[in-house]
């Protein structure tokens, strides 16, 4: 695969995140390769505890203090791993955007919603005035679907659709490149969740904004991913453009993974799923790591799997 | 509602309140053992004698009409008249009660300071070399008991060190014209910086006594309800805006864990004053509480039951302005 270089905004390379414990090293995101294009949307899938949500947070290095970073993770043209609190203020916010999953705790209930974005105005763009944030302000706000007048009041008085809207602006409102979205839509209810990604969508379109949507839905990234990235035990076990992840997956993870979607058909009421659980983050075992749980077990899967590039993608078995 | 209602709301909301707390005072005052009249006249006065008192004092009077002739007197700032110096009680406190104001000022001051910033700063730096001297700090002066606590800052830096006096509000030979009571306001408004001085030596050692004792709570509490909010999506979604430390955590964090706080700082408030009254006990500092201790050693129960009823008057002024602050800071309580 060859892109022109300055298409890509993001790109991870051999990416570790470990979290300190004090029975040692978990091993949450353990050597990530993934790169994002300008505009478009990634999704990154997989169930609970794979390391998806480390991996958003940890592009901003939001993560506990002592937690390890290694590898390489360029934002732009900055590697960020090297980077201290200082320097990485720089990029939070201005340059990669964050969306969290649960928008009745992410914004501080008791600060006008005004105050919320002039605070973040000001603090990349120390001489703005009031006016002029309270100008963009309305301007975002009214591009997420909430009357201006409503930035005099506070987060509390919202409910979960609206305050997501307040959250999508929050991260709008600097025009950053990538827009990392933590689980968006888990808390709403569905139609909420349809709007929402609706907005999101459109907004990626208008900004030119990366989208790095991070989910356990597997609805959810068929309606807005360009290309998806299936993570398991810390690592992406397969990446491709969403329709041959959907129609042709490679990965015996990703094709149980797409088994286990509860549909309607009324002669298939059975329920899918996998299973087993995960191996432990703490002491991973050597080999593949979906092997335990996997129904095509070979012998050699327990030597560490290679990355087979496959047209425009990867899968590593 | 708007903040002026709600500030109204309070203050009638605080009416009850206070006649429950005049009823209360004015009981206990009754049922507690001790007879007033006997104590004013010692027990060997002929009977004529102790009926005339009694006349006097209105104690002959059914005990419902007393308490309505009290409730009256209190409303029109008339709390009796001391038995020890015929003066009126009221106008006794007013004289002692801008000492009390000041040092209760000066302490608050150094349990705010020391409080919210050690507090704020160790709950941002938690299990580092700060936290675990701010946890060691306030365990230990929360332990130890004010008047002690007082009497050994006398040791050293009256006795010892010489460095400031002893107890006492001003030197003898210091004058300024006094206005307001507040020597220290005094000062400044007559521009005499000797005197400024002077006034805050003796200011000193109490209020660094009261306000250090009393912070170790509000340190504590400070600390660990920015801890909890430091765990908070919304501080995290803060950081991930780029946002610096000083308005994560002051602006976000503690900002919110003033919340809880502020429904006890009422309580603490009440701690205060009450640590007031060992304090000015302790260093001879003639406000109110050092007042409340002189007046129950002579038995003189006009002033003690005005002491109180003024105590108790002091606490609900405070806690209504503390509630107002809260209705500041968090809309929610408003609504």
Redesign the interface.
């Known amino acids: 695969m060859s892109y022109a270089k300055d298409e890509i905004v993001l790109k991870a390379q051999g990416l570790k995140i470990h979290y300190h414990t004090q029975k040692g090293y978990v091993r949450a995101v353990d050597g990530i390769d993934l790169f994002v294009r300008k505009g478009e949307t990634i999704g990154v899938v997989g169930e609970s505890g794979c390391g998806k949500s480390t991996f958003g947070q940890g592009i901003l290095k939001l993560l506990p203090a002592k937690t390890k970073y290694e590898g390489e993770l360029l934002v732009g043209t900055t590697n960020v791993i090297p980077l201290d609190e200082k320097e990485m203020k720089k990029v939070r916010g201005k340059i990669v955007g964050m969306i969290f999953q649960d928008p009745m705790t992410s914004l501080n209930p008791i600060v006008k919603v005004e105050k919320l974005f002039h605070e973040t105005l000001k603090e990349h763009e120390p001489n703005i005035s009031m006016e002029i944030s309270r100008e963009r302000t309305a301007r975002i706000l009214e591009k997420v679907g909430i009357e201006p007048e409503r930035m005099r009041e506070y987060p509390f008085q919202f409910s979960g659709g609206m305050r997501q809207r307040v959250m999508i602006a929050l991260a709008l409102v600097l025009n950053p490149d990538i827009v990392i979205a933590d689980e968006p839509t888990t808390s709403l209810d569905v139609i909420v969740q349809a709007q929402i990604l609706e907005l999101l969508d459109e907004l990626r379109r208008s900004y030119n904004t990366s989208v790095i949507l991070i989910t356990h839905d597997l609805g959810v990234v068929a309606q807005m991913a360009d290309r998806i990235a299936v993570m398991y035990a810390g690592q992406i076990v397969e990446q491709n453009i969403k329709n041959k992840i959907y129609y042709q997956p490679k990965h015996p993870y990703t094709k149980l993974l797409l088994k286990s979607i509860p549909n309607t058909n009324p002669k298939d009421l059975q329920l899918n799923f996998i299973p087993g659980s995960p191996p432990s983050l703490l002491d991973v075992p050597p080999g593949c790591r979906f092997a335990s749980r996997c129904p095509f077990k070979m012998t050699v899967c327990e030597k560490e799997p290679p990355v087979f590039e496959i047209d425009e993608g990867q899968v590593k078995c | 509602m708007s903040l002026r209602s709600y500030i109204i709301t309070r203050i009638i909301l605080a009416l009850p309140m206070i006649f429950i707390l005049l009823a209360v005072i004015f009981f206990i005052l009754r049922i507690i053992p001790g007879d007033p009249v006997l104590a004013i006249l010692g027990g060997k006065a002929p009977i004529e004698v102790i009926q005339q008192k009694r006349h006097e004092l209105g104690l002959d009077k059914p005990v419902i009409v007393q308490f309505f002739d009290y409730i009256r007197g209190v409303i029109t700032g008339n709390l009796g008249t001391s038995t020890l110096t015929n003066r009126s009680v009221f106008e006794e406190l007013k004289d002692r009660f801008p000492a009390t104001l000041e040092l209760t000022i000066f302490s608050f001051l150094i349990v705010l300071v020391i409080g919210l910033f050690w507090g704020a700063e160790s709950a941002w730096r938690k299990d580092e070399g700060l936290d675990i001297v701010a946890r060691v700090y306030s365990l230990l002066l929360y332990a130890i008991p004010v008047f002690w606590f007082g009497l050994i800052l006398q040791l050293i830096f009256a006795s010892y060190l010489r460095w400031l006096p002893v107890g006492g509000r001003i030197s003898a030979v210091t004058n300024f014209k006094i206005v307001t009571g507040l020597y220290v306001l005094d000062a400044l408004l007559s521009k005499d910086w000797r005197g400024l001085l002077d006034v805050l030596r003796y200011l000193t050692l109490p209020s660094i006594t009261l306000g250090l004792v009393i912070s170790s709570v509000f340190l504590r509490m400070v600390r660990n309800n920015t801890v909890l909010m430091l765990s ?3 501080v ?10 000083k ?1 994560v955590l002051y ?2 964090a503690v ?2 864990a003033f ?1 809880p706080i502020f429904t006890i700082m009422g309580m603490e408030f009440a701690a205060l004053l009450a640590g007031a009254i060992l304090t000015e006990t302790t260093f001879s500092w003639p406000g109110i509480g050092s007042y409340l201790v002189m007046k129950i050693r002579y038995r003189d129960f006009p002033a003690i039951q005005g002491t109180i009823v003024f105590f108790a008057l002091f606490i609900v002024v405070i806690s209504i302005i503390i509630d107002i602050v809260n209705a500041l ?4 309580v408003r ?1």
Not at chain 2, 329 to 332: C, E, G, Q
């Open positions: 908070k999506d919304f995290k979604a803060a950081r991930a805006r780029g946002l610096r430390k308005i602006g976000h900002r919110n919340v800071v968090d809309p929610r609504y």
